[in-house]
């Protein structure tokens, strides 16, 4: 760290200015204490990161804080913040609570050196809004506060400490023979050096015995997945459209877009992950990742979109999932009548609200997944488990880090999003993108390759068209179908000659498996799902 060298510089030459001015409090003194108030909040978060690491990863305070305020925000503004950062978002409210954090510890050392006790009272503050959000988390226990409560124990003892050889420093130099044994400034700061240096390590020692992460880790490299009782058909020969640019088939556990309000990714060891199935059901069942691997797994093509997506946006990606089946799950509970929605849990507090009928329907394909695209879950996908329901945008099936199946009621119960103003029931709405050309590309002249692809999963993609300007709209040629389940890729020859060089527009629209023709009007995400043709202009030369 830095923090040693800078304010050091000021001791000796306004030494005599302040013996000249006796009384007056002079302001580098101020620094050091707003100095020392940032190092002594770095050794409570370094404390409490080293208890959190023995109690709970996601007890440590910033963490706490953090999550609580994402489950708080008026959605506008974080609707804003995904739209501004997309998936940056996280690490701009890490990085934005790190500066508001560094600003209220040297308000806090300001005021301990202004007025004894002061300080004291912020750090108090502080520390009982940390507790609060900690011991607020889903599944946070009374220990939960345990990391908040000495970490901040020991930044405030720390900060009253250092403030006062701070005093006594400043009280030396203002007498013109200073007693011999009195501290100096110097003396202040590289003891607050040393602080930072602990605060350092007890955060180090902290991340390094932060094991759950790695039991996690380890668990998943550990892990064979069994394989299927009922294996996907292969994928046809022809689902590509040949344009280059497109978007692949299936999209690589790598680039699959990943979104959620986890602010760290939980970490669940599958040796203490079960699943309860509780509320209007007959029998009450709980299942082990033993159990869960031992039942007949499911392997199918399911294509997951966002509700958030705008039109001709990227948050969609087709995966091959593999699984138990959601309805034979329910089935051992026994849903009872009037029951008309599940609602599921993840071990995080975030919770989604499914029709039931989605879920015990055999032929719909509704998954409790383990595998993607032939690895477990992905950390960031929510292994151990997660579920996946063809047809449902993710904010309403699919379930990260699952733990809890309510069988409840649309009246009796609300998820986390509908909560915040977005619809209780969400059905993927039909939709087609234009991968290539990019917008605002050059194109030759001659033949243009346009390509992407089209969704409409559970009713399939019947036929998809494109129109130039305000030309006719024209049929493009359809990739092979793989399943109604999964997006299709589309193509379609463009012959510019029959327009001018300069500005022209692109736009498309896709047909589902029923015939309903993709509506042209432009709706934004919320509360169900955004709608309209993806149009892009390029420049013919
Ligand atoms: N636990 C948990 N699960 C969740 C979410 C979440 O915030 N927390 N987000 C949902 C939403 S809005 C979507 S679109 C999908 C995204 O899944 P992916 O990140 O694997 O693409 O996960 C769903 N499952
Ligand atoms: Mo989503």
Request: glycine content about 10%; charged content about 15%.
């Amino acid at each position: 760290m830095a923090t040693t060298s800078s304010p050091a510089a000021t001791p000796v030459g306004s030494d005599q200015r302040r013996r000249r001015l006796p009384g007056r409090r002079p302001s580098a003194s101020t620094g050091v204490a707003a100095l020392v108030g940032v190092v002594s909040a770095g050794l409570a978060l370094g404390v409490a990161q080293l208890v959190a690491a023995l109690v709970r990863p996601e007890a440590a305070p910033v963490l706490a804080i953090g999550s609580a305020f994402i489950d708080r925000v008026p959605p506008w503004l974080k609707d804003t913040a995904v739209r501004l950062f997309g998936t940056s978002d996280k690490l701009v409210l890490l990085g934005s609570m790190a500066l508001v954090i560094a600003l209220l510890a040297a308000l806090a050392g300001v005021a301990e050196r202004w007025r004894r006790g002061a300080g004291l009272a912020l750090v108090v503050l502080f520390g009982a809004v940390a507790v609060g959000a900690a011991v607020t988390r889903a599944g946070a226990g009374p220990f939960d506060a345990a990391p908040s409560v000495l970490g901040f124990a020991v930044g405030g003892v720390a900060l009253r400490l250092l403030v006062e050889r701070l005093r006594a420093a400043d009280a030396a130099a203002d007498r013109d023979t200073p007693e011999a044994g009195s501290p100096t400034r110097r003396a202040v700061l590289a003891l607050t050096a040393w602080v930072a240096v602990g605060a350092a390590a007890a955060a180090a020692a902290g991340r390094a015995l932060g094991s759950a992460a790695r039991s996690a880790v380890a668990a998943r490299s550990a892990l064979r997945l069994p394989a299927p009782a009922t294996p996907a058909s292969p994928v046809p020969a022809g689902v590509s459209n040949g344009v280059a640019g497109t978007t692949p088939y299936l999209t690589p556990n790598a680039d699959f877009y990943r979104i959620d309000t986890a602010l760290t990714v939980p970490s669940i060891d599958p040796a203490t992950w079960s699943l309860r199935v509780h509320g209007l059901v007959e029998e009450e069942v709980e299942i082990s990742f033993e159990e869960l691997l031992a039942m007949p797994m499911t392997e199918e093509r399911v294509t997951l979109t966002c509700v958030s997506n705008e039109v001709g946006g990227g948050l969609a990606g087709n995966a091959t999932w593999l699984g138990v089946p959601v309805a034979g799950v329910l089935e051992r509970a026994r849903p009872q009548a009037g029951a008309d929605m599940v609602l599921s849990r993840s071990s995080d507090g975030f919770s989604a609200s499914t029709p039931l009928g989605a879920l015990t329907d055999p032929g719909r394909g509704a998954l409790l997944a383990v595998g993607m695209n032939g690895e477990p879950l992905p950390l960031e996908h929510g292994f151990p488990v997660r579920m996946v329901v063809p047809g449902l945008y993710g904010f309403v099936s699919a379930t990260k880090w699952v733990v809890d199946l309510e069988v409840t009621r649309f009246a009796d119960a609300t998820a986390y999003w509908t909560t915040r103003g977005w619809s209780a029931e969400g059905p993927i709405k039909t939709a087609s993108r234009i991968d290539v050309p990019k917008g605002f590309a050059q194109v030759a002249r001659g033949t243009v390759a346009v390509g992407g692809v089209a969704w409409a999963q559970t009713r399939g993609v019947r036929a998809v068209e494109v129109q130039v300007d305000d030309g006719p709209w024209q049929q493009a040629a359809l990739a092979a179908e793989d399943g109604l389940d999964t997006w299709r890729q589309w193509s379609y020859a463009w012959d510019t000659s029959s327009v001018g060089a300069g500005p022209h527009t692109l736009r498309v629209r896709a047909t589902d498996g029923t015939g309903q023709v993709q509506t042209g009007e432009r709706a934004a995400p919320a509360p169900d799902g955004s709608t309209g043709w993806h149009s892009v202009s390029v420049t013919v030369q």
